[in-house]
């Protein structure tokens, strides 16, 4: 069904080739989880919105992205970790491209990819959760370089494998890589010493690599690139804690610890970047701080790292939470029996609202309104509202826990993925 592109509102600078409504990457084109597309279907159908395509998937957690006409999704195939393209209108199978892998989660999780692709031009980019990075052409899915990252910079295999997700600055792809020092692996996995390869940055046309850079280890969140102090900042939130850099030389501009003292634990959410402000959140101990980067070094405005935990602001687990007009919304919690959508005033922390018993949700917020898709498939269309849980509709979609991946958005149509199917669904009235 063809589908009107809905011009974006803001001014974004777009790779070539893009479209003003592709999601090319994790979070979208601004990196934060936020569509300028407009005149979504509100209330939805009793029955839910109106499934336009779906598929099958394999094993995996990482959601699709989408660019020129095409949603291209990974997942893992037996021994092989596969991504896919699809038309991204009708969901019909245009190609595939597959490595093969021997990667085990110690933890007993599915063994697939955890990072979403990135499209770049006419380039995709792929990391898998044992390290292998891989651009591939968008037309026909042939290789165009590899590299085995844990072979050229060794790491201690994190908890869940790799998860971060690159980001592209100009001619660059810049990957957290979080290389250390080599030796047996460590019983307190707190004790793992970084070797200085932090961050990689390739050459994104030929993969040729233009510097390696940082003091710090991987974590699940994945790099962002803002206008902090007027100066264009890299911002990663490392296992450790919250790492400024140039991203055009990888100089480390400035470290932030932060980051819970039990030793299985992760740092997942993306910084939240408001102004010259960033917000780190996590779950396992240490909540959320929200700092100040103004003069080039981070100085707390308020912190719940000396709160019990029944205190803390908020505490996001692998969601990233949404900034709007001063107030910011996520999904607080660790496990699924105590977490809960709550927004908070991002000057103070103070808790304006919480809606309990949500389970662990991922966010997406376009025309006034969030979509949650909770990890048990249920789907929920929120107003944005300082003043209250503003709850408009809400269905079962059928997918199957886990639920993990944020909704996309793009050009109309929301894509939703669960345990072994991917939807796309009506968000947007089609134009006759």
Request: with cysteine.
């Amino acid at each position: 069904m063809p589908r009107a592109v809905v011009p974006f509102l803001l001014t974004l600078a777009l790779a070539p080739g893009l479209r003003a409504a592709d999601w090319p990457t994790f979070l979208g084109p601004t990196r934060d989880g936020v569509s300028a597309e407009k005149g979504i279907i509100a209330p939805w159908p009793a029955k839910g919105l109106k499934v336009v395509w779906e598929c099958e998937l394999g094993i995996g957690f990482a959601p699709p992205v989408t660019a020129g006409g095409k949603l291209f999704h990974a997942d893992r195939f037996g021994d092989d970790i596969r991504l896919t393209a699809r038309d991204a209108a009708t969901g019909k199978f245009l190609w595939k491209y597959e490595y093969p892998t021997e990667y085990e989660d110690r933890y007993g999780y599915d063994p697939g990819p955890r990072a979403c692709p990135v499209v770049d031009g006419d380039r995709v980019y792929l990391y898998g959760p044992e390290g292998v990075l891989v651009c591939l052409s968008t037309a026909t899915g042939k290789e165009v370089w590899k590299v085995e990252t844990r072979e050229k910079y060794f790491f201690h295999q994190n908890f869940f494998g790799c998860g971060s997700v690159p980001v592209v600055d100009g001619d660059l792809l810049i990957l957290p890589v979080g290389g250390s020092v080599k030796n047996v692996r460590p019983v307190d996995f707190r004790q793992v010493k970084p070797n200085g390869t932090a961050l990689v940055a390739f050459d994104k046309k030929t993969g040729e690599v233009k510097y390696a850079a940082g003091d710090e280890l991987a974590s699940y969140a994945s790099p962002t690139v803002a206008t902090i102090n007027g100066k264009k900042t890299g911002l990663y939130f490392a296992r450790g804690g919250l790492l400024g850099f140039d991203p055009q030389t990888g100089k480390t501009l400035f470290h932030h610890p932060w980051r819970a003292k039990i030793m299985e634990s992760v740092n997942a959410s993306n910084p939240v970047v408001v102004g010259d402000k960033v917000l780190l959140t996590e779950c396992y101990g240490a909540g959320s701080v929200l700092l100040d980067l103004k003069g080039g070094k981070p100085k707390e405005v308020w912190s719940d790292g000396d709160k019990d935990a029944g205190d803390q602001s908020l505490m996001c687990h692998w969601n990233t939470p949404i900034h709007v007009a001063g107030y910011v919304y996520g999904s607080s919690g660790r496990h699924t029996e105590d977490s809960d959508i709550r927004c908070i005033d991002l000057t103070t922390g103070d808790v304006k609202w919480r809606q309990k018993r949500t389970k662990r949700c991922s966010l997406t917020l376009a025309d006034g309104h969030f979509i949650s898709l909770s990890e048990y498939g249920e789907l929920a269309l929120l107003k944005v509202n300082p003043a209250k849980y503003d709850e408009v509709s809400k269905y079962d979609t059928g997918l199957e826990y886990p639920c993990w991946a944020a909704p996309v958005l793009s050009n109309g149509l929301l894509y939703i993925r669960g345990k072994g199917k991917l939807q796309a669904l009506e968000l947007t009235p089609a134009k006759k």
